[in-house]
C-alpha cells in the first residue's frame, strides 16, 4: 500500500532529487530568466522563497467532525493555496522578493501566511477550501480538479477584505476582457465603514485599509484559465504555447499533474516542467503565543521536482497576476502576440467584448454577513449556510 506518513517524509529525505541539469538553453520560473551555468544558486533561491503547502495532519478535525489530515486527498487544494499566495506576495512583497530563513520577514509575509494556516477562521485554510468545495459539489475528502480549486480561491476571495483581489475563472477557454475590467474596477466593500469601529481587530481575514489605496481604480487580479489541452494525453501542439505562458512577467504558473496527482508548476527548462510538490505530509504547525509562525517548514530547500511536459495530464489551470491595469494590458498584448499567433490551435481565445449568448456577466459579491471577519463567525458551518442560501436566493 501508499508509505505511511513517517515513511514519506523519511523517503522524500533520502531521495534527493537530481540536480537541474546544465544546459545552454535558459531555464523559467514564472517569468524570470536564469542561465543555470552562472545563475543556479539565484534560481534556487527562487524556488526556495515560494511558499510551499503539503498534506498536514494533526489539525482541528474539518467542520468539528471530518479529517483532521488531508494526506491523500487535499493535493490539489494545497496547488491552489500556493498559487494564490504566490499571488498575495506579488501584491504585497513584490515579484522580487526573497525568502532568507536567517532573517526575520517582513510583516506583510506573516499576515500572507496567517491566510492560509491550517484552522478554521483562516481565509484560505484547508478547512475553509474543503468547506466551499461542498456547494461545488465536492464532499470532504475527495479530489479535486484544477477548476474546482479555481472557483473554491473564487469564492473564499469575496470574504477577504485585506486582499480585495477580483479573481476571474474564465469559461469555455474565452477570457473576456470587458468582463475582467468590469470586475477589477468594481468595489464590493464599502470602504467608508470599514475604516470605521468594527475593524479595528486586527486578524488574517479583514484589516484595515490605507486611505490612498482605497481609491486606487483598479483591484488586483488573480486570473486563472482552467484548460484542457488533449483528451487523454497533452497534443503536442501545445507545448509551446503553454511554455511560453511561463516566460509572462505576470505568471503565477499553473495547476496540474498526473492523474490524481496535482503538482503546483512553476517553471520549465527544456522539455520538462519545475514543480512544487504537495506531497509529503508534515505536522500541522499552529501560531505561537507571540503571534508568529515557524516557517521552515513552509519552504521546500531541496532542489526542485521536474517531470516531462508529454507525461502531463490534459487537464490544467494557469494562473497570472495583474496588480495594476497596466499589467492586464500588457498581459493581453503578450497573449496576442505569443499564444494567438499559433494559428493551428489556440490553447485560449481572448475576446474583447462579452458573447452574447452567454449571460450577462455581475462581478460576484460577498453573500449578506451581519458579523465581519472570521474569529466572529465560530465555525465555516455558518460561513457555508450563508453561502448555500445566497445561491438559493440568486437561482
Known amino acids: 500500500g501508499f508509505p505511511s506518513d513517517e515513511d514519506e517524509i523519511a ?11 546544465d544546459t545552454d538553453e535558459p531555464v523559467y520560473i ?3 530568466q536564469y542561465d543555470i551555468k552562472t545563475e543556479k544558486s539565484d534560481l534556487l533561491l527562487d524556488v526556495t522563497s515560494k511558499l510551499w503547502f503539503t498534506y498536514r495532519k494533526k489539525f482541528s478535525p474539518i467542520g468539528g467532525t471530518g479529517p483532521s489530515s488531508d494526506a491523500g486527498w ?5 496547488c491552489g493555496q500556493m498559487m494564490l499566495a504566490q499571488a498575495l506576495i506579488c501584491q504585497h512583497l513584490g515579484r522580487e522578493w526573497q525568502w532568507d530563513k536567517h532573517k526575520k520577514q517582513p510583516e506583510e509575509y506573516y499576515q500572507i501566511l496567517q491566510c492560509f494556516l491550517d484552522r478554521k477562521n483562516s481565509c484560505y485554510s484547508i478547512h475553509q477550501m474543503a468547506q466551499m468545495g461542498v456547494g461545488e459539489g465536492k464532499s470532504i475528502g475527495e479530489w479535486y480538479g484544477p477548476n ?6 473564487k469564492k473564499l476571495a469575496l470574504f477577504d477584505e485585506w486582499n480585495s483581489l477580483a479573481v476571474y475563472v474564465s469559461m ?23 475604516q470605521g469601529s468594527s475593524y479595528t481587530h486586527q486578524s488574517a481575514w479583514s484589516r484595515c485599509r490605507d486611505t490612498s489605496e482605497e481609491r486606487s481604480a483598479w483591484r488586483p487580479l488573480l486570473l486563472i484559465v482552467p484548460l484542457r489541452l488533449g483528451i487523454n494525453q497533452i497534443n503536442p501542439v501545445y507545448i509551446d504555447a503553454f511554455k511560453e505562458c511561463f516566460k509572462m512577467p505576470q505568471s ?6 498526473k492523474p490524481n496527482n496535482a503538482y503546483y508548476f512553476i517553471g520549465f527548462s527544456g522539455d520538462e516542467l519545475i514543480y512544487l510538490d504537495p506531497h509529503t505530509t508534515q505536522n500541522f504547525v499552529d ?5 508568529t509562525v515557524q516557517d521552515q517548514t513552509y519552504h521546500c530547500q531541496k532542489n526542485p521536482n521536474r517531470m516531462k511536459i508529454l507525461n502531463l495530464d490534459p487537464s490544467v489551470a494557469l494562473g497570472f497576476f495583474c496588480k495594476e491595469e497596466a499589467d492586464f494590458d500588457s498581459w493581453c498584448k503578450t497573449v496576442e502576440k505569443e499564444i494567438l499567433k499559433q494559428q493551428s490551435l489556440r490553447m485560449f481565445e481572448l475576446a474583447p467584448k462579452h458573447p452574447p449568448h452567454w449571460p450577462p456577466f455581475i462581478p460576484p459579491t460577498k453573500p449578506e454577513v451581519t458579523t465581519t471577519g472570521a474569529e466572529l463567525i465560530e465555525s465555516t458551518d ?3 449556510d450563508v453561502e448555500e442560501e445566497f445561491e438559493i436566493l440568486t437561482v
Open 11 to 21: 523517503l522524500s529525505d533520502y531521495l534527493e532529487l537530481e540536480e537541474l541539469p
Open 30 to 32: 514564472l517569468g524570470k
Open 74 to 78: 487535499g493535493c490539489m487544494l494545497r
Open 148 to 153: 474546482t480549486v479555481a472557483q473554491v480561491l
Open 172 to 194: 469555455d477557454n474565452t477570457v473576456v476582457i470587458e468582463d475582467i475590467r468590469k470586475m477589477c474596477r468594481y468595489h464590493p466593500y464599502n470602504w467608508n465603514t470599514a
Open 252 to 257: 503565477l504558473g499553473a495547476l496540474g499533474g
Open 287 to 291: 501560531t505561537e503565543e507571540t503571534g
Open 382 to 384: 455558518k460561513l457555508f
